[in-house]
């Protein structure tokens, strides 16, 4: 099989927050990153302008000029069009329709560039240089202000039809629960997410529930994150243990699931929520031996994700150099 001659990727993390830029050697090496804040209420207009400038500023800072990569690859999360490399709608940034955005910024670059789903690439990353190295068979699920996720079927990364595969935050767990901000109800998204994890826990509170979690905001209830509920359940909190462990359960349903259709090798949970650990994991991992069959839940392994926010960078670079070793062997 012929081998591509790789170069450095640019890798770039679009973030309803945030804008992330680097480098990515073929080895796998991250070069100093650029960022900046997405400023998502601009528009796509001026939100492009600082991602071609935050992009600019990565390969400055890795002494490099952009005839010198490979590509770049641009991971965002929504409903893509990969074939197209056009956003079609994205929770994280409002006003984005049909946005033409690979090809836009490969004239403003002048260099090749692909579009791909944030979680998506993550699995990657987890897959080439991460936990999952080796395996053939692998779902990264994401639960972080939502639920993402990426699936490697015989080692190679499963993108669908459309190349919308892997949106497992958005299967219903509960038909009638509450209503997710994709317009179905129930999603596991809406159920066991940082988001739903503080909406909750604000819930319980303001329905008469005692909680070390007033304290931790100073009395402000909208400030509650998935983080302080994290805080006060390592601390004991009766409430914000009860908070872990019913988006656990949730958590355990939705990968029951994923066990019962893809019969995976490993489950990899990443983004910020993972960081709870086996205060997450050990129930939700308890779900699963209840729920699913017997044989896959007995064959898979649920795990944190060991690269955390480099998963996602690391896997758009190493999906470029994949991209490329297949056009030189059609």
Known sequence: MKQVSQRPVLAVDLGGTKIVAAVVTPTGKILPRSSCLTLADKGPAAVIDRLISVAGSAVDRAKLKTADLDGVAIAAAGILDTARGVVTTSPNLPGWRNVHLRDIVAERLNVATCLVNDASVAALGEHRFGVGKGLANLIYLTVSTGIGGGI???????????????????????????????????????????????????????????????????????????????????????????????????????????????????????????????????????????????????????????????????????????????????
């Open 152 to 330: 490697i079927v015989d080692g190679k990364l499963y993108e669908g039809t459309d190349g919308c595969a892997g949106e497992l935050g958005h299967m219903v767990i509960d038909a009638q629960g509450p209503k997710c901000n994709c317009g179905n109800y129930g999603c596991l998204e809406v159920l066991a997410s940082g988001t739903a994890m503080a909406k909750e826990a604000v819930s319980r509170i303001r329905n008469g529930g005692a909680s070390l979690m007033v304290q931790l905001v100073g009395g402000v209830l909208d400030d509650i994150t998935a983080e302080t509920v994290a805080t006060a359940a390592r601390e004991g909190d009766l409430l914000a243990c009860q908070v872990v462990n019913q988006c656990a359960a949730y958590l355990g349903v939705g990968l029951a699931n994923l066990v019962n259709i893809f019969n995976p090798q490993l489950i990899i949970i990443g983004g910020g929520v993972s960081r709870m650990g086996g205060m997450l994991l050990r129930p939700a991992r308890k779900v699963v031996k209840e729920k699913a069959f017997r044989l896959p839940a007995r064959t898979v392994q649920i795990v944190k994700s060991r690269l955390g926010y480099d998963a996602g960078i690391l896997g758009a670079a190493a999906y470029v150099h994949e991209q490329k070793l297949k056009e030189t062997t059609r």
